[in-house]
């Protein structure tokens, strides 16, 4: 079992930027591919941006050029640059470990990001 604690979320203004961190208590490096994903009041969870062992990414189209995904294996951690936040970024935003690209996934409690003015 793979716990995945969030944590960096806040109310911030748009334009601003924050940045969110995943600490898991475990390897990570045994997962090809972790992601963010997000989720706003009243839509269905989005991926917001994915990052393989391999170090290749993908990112959600409303969010690309923006945000930036990364990943330290030696710390067992997932981070996520979100710049130029816009209020249609507010959601909780989650940790997943796995992301169906094997047998195991994990998800983390969540994170609330805030955009407003």
């Known amino acids: 079992q793979l716990q995945l604690v969030e944590s960096g979320g806040g109310l911030v203004q748009p334009g601003e930027s924050l940045r969110l961190s995943c600490a898991a208590s475990g390897n990570i490096d045994r997962f090809y591919a972790m992601a963010w994903y997000r989720q706003a009041p009243g839509k269905e969870r989005e991926l917001v941006a994915l990052i393989t062992s391999h170090l290749s990414t993908n990112y959600g189209d409303r969010v690309r050029g923006r945000f930036k995904i990364s990943r330290d294996n030696a710390n067992n951690m997932l981070n996520l640059q979100m710049n130029s936040l816009r209020p249609e970024d507010t959601a909780v935003y989650y940790c997943?470990?796995?992301?169906?690209?094997?047998?195991?996934?994990?998800w983390g409690q969540g994170t609330q990001v805030t955009v407003s003015s």
């Open positions: 997943n470990a796995g992301a169906g690209w094997g047998p195991e996934e994990y």
